[in-house]
């Protein structure tokens, strides 16, 4: 079982399409895979940088991204709340990802805010095999945002210039979410590496072996 999420998860609109409309909206051509898979890639390899997918109107932006990613031999499970079962749904229609428990999950995708509780249940590999590790792709309200509620991150390890911090701006990312993830990386090469995807399609990335902290206020 997944906990209950202590945020409302960002609105979206798309709720009144079909079952065949949302696995259209989240199919990948070749050419979009490609293009994807870069942007992941990159994004992963510089913490903190953002760069943008092209999100179909009314779905879900951490949806798609994964979608660049999973195939029939991809263990997912998709973390729902409220109005987005029908999009779990279509996901793995869209893909053919085999359905996982959370536990046993190569990728997990977060419809809806992620708790430190799904953290703490997510694989994190095994020195021989850290490939074993869960990849997430998280639902956060905004990147790179101006609003009151935006917390400031600071990132260094590999893809950071030695000596420096990169600053990401996160809404929707609870503290506590931060401390579970330390944990499950607090053992390299085991870990989990965690792409951050707002609802505009802006995408970060915090791979495993990224330090990451909270600013501090003021």
Known sequence: MTETPTLAPPARA???LSPAD????LRRTSRASQRDFGVLLDVLARPGRVRSLEVPEGTPAAAVAACGLLD???RTHVLTGPGDTEWGAALHSATSAPRAELPFARTVVALRPVTAGDIATLAVGTPIAPEDGARLFASVD???GDGPHDVDLLLSGPGVPDGTERRLR???LEPAVLDALARANSAFPC???VFLVAPDGR???LPRTARVRAAEAG
Do not use: K, P, W
């Open 14 to 16: 798309g709720t009144d």
């Open 22 to 25: 949302r696995i259209r909206a």
């Open 72 to 74: 029939v031999e991809v």
């Open 142 to 144: 905004a990147l790179d």
């Open 170 to 172: 996160v809404r929707g």
């Open 191 to 193: 870990g989990v590496d």
């Open 203 to 205: 995408i970060a990335g």
